[in-house]
């Protein structure tokens, strides 16, 4: 069915930083629903395609559309109240404020504004995703009182306020513990079994695939393989681009 | 706003400002001394300049080091305005409040991509470009002279402090309740991650420029009053000292709180004026004071406030993160 | 002809000064990050701390102005270590501490010396013609003492270890630290360097232009317009903006009007800051 396939659709994305191809015509599509795992070796260009898709850099040549609509050349903010949400690499907190202050200013953006809440309902909604997300109880604290697992935890509460319905994490596992890696696993299926479509860059692959409907692996900003978890993990150029081929190995 | 009063902190707060502003509209009635009135109307001339300055350096923390210029600019038009076309000046002040805001915007639009030193400069930059063009083109400036003999507000000196002193009481209620709703928490977000705030579709652009709007808008209301009091406006209007001023009583008082440099103006012109047997020492003094309690209290004096409620037990938990 | 002669040579005079200056007031910023707001201040006392020397000690000119720079160098460290060390992450902080310190500084001088104009004398007296141009020889030494300061600077900064340091900060300051660089002592040893040449600047214009309390905003507004064009944090970048400002101001002095020398700085500021805020050469320090 198109409208499902071509939920998310990355078509030729191209992005050149002076000589250096950062994204070298990537295409890849999503389904809605669907979870899918972008993964590749450190400097492959998965942050970039975050970037480039949610409007943060401005793209080379290609097409990424949602739902039929174009994004590329839009400011950041503008694909955010299209339905796109994003974490970053590195926490974004706001070390000052409150965590109950750094939920409260997704509030003011145009998306959440136009469901016209009250005060009173806006803050039962802050308190209802601080829940769900799995925050310390004390709201009031500063976010510079956080852990690295719950600073995480932050970011995707931000962002699930805007109402998503795609959500982009990038590695949301990275340098967390065993146990708060699970707590964000079980979190993306709740979300994932309440609707919301995901893009997950990750390298930790055993949590991936315990989620992930399909994967896309890229290198050097170009796609290696799509398919099946189980199907890429296993593809050749995959595991090269990982591990190098015996033949480098022997030589290094 | 009232509905904001939740905790007891906010409502100490209330209280100790309500009353000091109490005692302003007061102080006529037990004294017409020349000379208190006019200490008095100085200040409330600095606190509509750092005030109007904090609600986008101190929230933004994108340090304008030339808020002169709104001063300056307003009072020339003020000048002209009033000596060539001799509007009142219930005219001349939404005037001089559209010209300011406008260029405030067009200044916040061009700088809207610098980071923290640039912008610092370009500000600077704006401001003495403004200082060296008054004195350039004396034809219609005065020169170094500048404009004298603008019409006073009112034919009395009463009338004047009053005058001055409700200008001051709207600006910083005004202010008070545009940064205690959601536009001061998204500036203060900004200046943390703005990426973040991105992230939450908001125009971070359009809150910046706003911002800087109605900081040059008020100060400009401020400068055209200013210029009225004086009866006289010239470069020393516009002058580096004149903005560097502001931003340090800014700073002292509390940068991005706008109680803090209401009090930070209030307290360096008090002290300004009552050292004054103090001669030659008197600006020394003063200066080192402002690098002691900056060095000191980086947050500024308002930092203090929680710190001096809990000795005196006057009660409210422990501060609140980000109120 | 002759004008073109006589904006050459006084343009490059000039130039020498705000090259002294902006090279002082880059290298800090491209090492700490640190915007110095009292970068003028260390002008002017190397100004007023060589009058002193000279007049009230009795310390022949040459040595009292190297005197004068290592003073003004060590109040630069002690400034970094006292004030700045705790706030180096807030730039904020540093712009507004500065700032404060440099009225401190002015007030202090002016309750010292008075607010009256001082001079001290030439280097060396008389004047000679270039090509039926008149200069004078200080003028001329400042424009020697400039070139060897400047390649001694080029000189520490790529043959010693601290030079060597301090571009590594100057590029990536957690790096640095990984490889064992102690930053600190980069960081103090820049701020001396910095004042010391500020200070050099300042003594060497003083039989020229007067020294007041109040002379401490000139050097910093133009290494404001000599850094934004020249790219902030790069020192080549700053030497030639800061020649190409002097050949400009000349030109308008001699050519349109005197009266427009101080306008043209700041107009070139602000046309780089709004078109170009990378400068001429970006952002590293070369």
């Known amino acids: ?252 | 706003m009232l509905a904001n009063l939740k905790t007891p902190a906010q409502r100490r707060t209330a209280i100790f400002y309500g009353l000091i502003m109490l005692g302003f509209y007061f102080v006529p009635v037990f004294s017409d001394n020349f000379y208190l009135l006019s200490v008095f109307t100085t200040a409330y001339f600095y606190i509509i300049f750092a005030t109007s300055w904090d609600v986008f350096a101190g929230y933004s923390h994108l340090m304008n080091f030339g808020h002169a210029l709104f001063i300056g600019l307003a009072g020339y038009l003020t000048a002209f305005v009033d000596l060539h076309l001799g509007l009142p000046p219930l005219l001349v002040l939404p005037m001089c409040a559209v010209l300011c805001g406008l260029l405030g915007m067009f200044i916040g639009y061009l700088t809207l991509r610098m980071q923290g030193p640039y912008f610092a400069i370009i500000t600077m930059a704006f401001a003495a470009v403004a200082y060296e063009s008054a004195i350039m083109f004396s034809e219609y400036t005065g020169g170094e002279e500048g404009i004298p003999g603008i019409h006073p507000l009112t034919d009395s000196l009463i009338g004047d402090y009053y005058f001055v002193l409700v200008i001051m009481s709207l600006i910083f209620l005004f202010l008070l309740w545009f940064t205690r709703g959601r536009w001061g928490l998204v500036l203060k977000a900004i200046s943390q991650n703005e990426d973040s705030v991105l992230a939450s579709g908001i125009n971070t652009a359009w809150v910046k420029i706003r911002a800087y709007s109605i900081s040059g808008a008020l100060c400009g209301i401020g400068g055209s009053v200013y210029a009225y009091s004086l009866t006289h406006v010239g470069p020393t209007s516009m002058e580096q000292v004149l903005s560097t001023t502001i931003l340090i009583m800014a700073m002292v008082g509390g940068m991005g709180t706008i109680t803090g440099p209401f009090l930070g103006a209030l307290i360096l012109v008090l002290f300004n004026e009552l050292s004054r047997d103090m001669e030659e020492y008197r600006l020394l003094i003063y200066t080192v004071m402002v690098v002691v309690i900056i060095f000191f209290a980086p947050r500024g004096i308002v930092s203090w406030g929680q710190p001096i409620a809990r000795a005196f037990k006057l009660g409210g938990k422990r501060g609140q993160a980000g109120s | ?286």
């Open chain 1, 1 to 252: 069915m198109t409208q499902a396939r071509d939920y998310l659709v990355v078509d030729e994305l191209t992005k050149h930083f002076g000589g250096l191809a950062a994204v070298e015509k990537l295409s890849f599509s999503l389904d809605r629903g669907q979870i899918l795992g972008l993964i590749g070796p450190n400097g492959a260009g998965k942050t970039t395609v975050f970037n480039l898709i949610t409007g943060f850099l401005p793209a080379t040549s290609g097409r990424v559309t949602f739902r039929g609509e174009s994004l590329l050349g839009k400011k950041p903010h503008q694909i955010v109240n299209q339905g796109l949400a994003r974490t970053f690499q590195l926490v974004k907190p706001f070390p000052e404020l409150s965590l109950f202050d750094n939920i409260r200013v997704a509030c003011y953006g145009p998306r959440f504004m136009s469901q016209g809440l009250d005060e009173q309902a806006a803050r039962h909604r802050i308190l209802e995703v601080a829940e769900q997300v799995g925050l310390p109880k004390d709201l009031d604290q500063p976010a510079s009182a956080l852990g690295h697992g719950d600073l995480r935890l932050l970011d995707i509460a931000r962002a699930l306020m805007v109402q998503p319905e795609l959500l982009l994490l990038d590695e949301p596992l990275s340098g967390l513990s065993s146990i708060e890696t699970q707590a964000i696993v079980k979190l993306i299926s709740a979300l994932n079994q309440e609707g919301i479509t995901l893009l997950i860059i990750e390298h930790k692959l055993r949590e991936l695939m315990k989620v992930a409907d399909r994967i896309v692996a890229i290198d050097f900003g170009e796609k290696l393989a799509a398919g099946t978890p189980q199907e890429v993990v296993n593809h050749p150029a995959v595991v090269e681009a990982y591990l190098g081929t015996k033949d480098s190995y022997a030589s290094a």
């Open chain 3, 1 to 286: 002809m002759e004008l073109i002669q006589e904006i050459i040579i006084f343009g490059t005079i000039k130039g020498c000064v705000y090259a002294l200056i902006a090279t002082g007031f880059t290298l800090i910023f491209a090492v700490a990050g640190i915007l110095n707001l009292a970068h003028g201040t260390f002008y002017m006392l190397g100004a007023y701390f060589t009058y002193t020397l000279f007049y009230v000690l009795g310390i022949p000119l040459p040595p009292a102005i190297l005197l004068a720079a290592v003073l003004v160098g060590a109040l630069g460290m002690l400034l970094d270590r006292v004030f700045l060390k705790p706030m180096r992450s807030s730039h904020t902080y540093v712009l507004v501490l500065t700032v404060a310190i440099a009225f401190a500084a002015q007030e202090i001088i002016l309750l010292t010396y008075g607010s009256q104009g001082m001079n001290i004398p030439n280097l060396v007296e008389g004047s000679v013609s270039l090509n039926g141009v008149v200069v004078s020889w200080h003028q001329l030494l400042i424009v020697a003492i400039t070139a060897v300061v400047l390649v001694m600077l080029w000189l520490v900064l790529t043959r010693t270890r601290y030079g060597v340091a301090t571009l590594a900060v100057s590029m990536d300051e957690d790096g640095a630290r990984l490889v064992g660089i102690e930053t600190e002592k980069v960081f103090n040893l820049s701020m001396f360097a910095s004042a010391f040449l500020a200070a050099v600047a300042g003594a060497l214009i003083s039989p020229i232009m007067s020294m007041t309390p109040e002379m401490w905003n000139m050097p910093l507004m133009k290494a404001f317009v000599v850094v934004v064009v020249g790219g902030i944090g790069s020192l080549t970048g700053s030497i030639m903006a800061a020649f190409f400002l002097g050949w400009l101001e000349t030109f308008t002095g001699f050519v349109i009007s005197p009266k427009l020398t101080e306008v043209v700085s700041l107009v070139l500021l602000t046309v780089f800051l709004v078109f170009r805020p990378s400068g001429i050469l970006g952002r590293r320090l070369h």
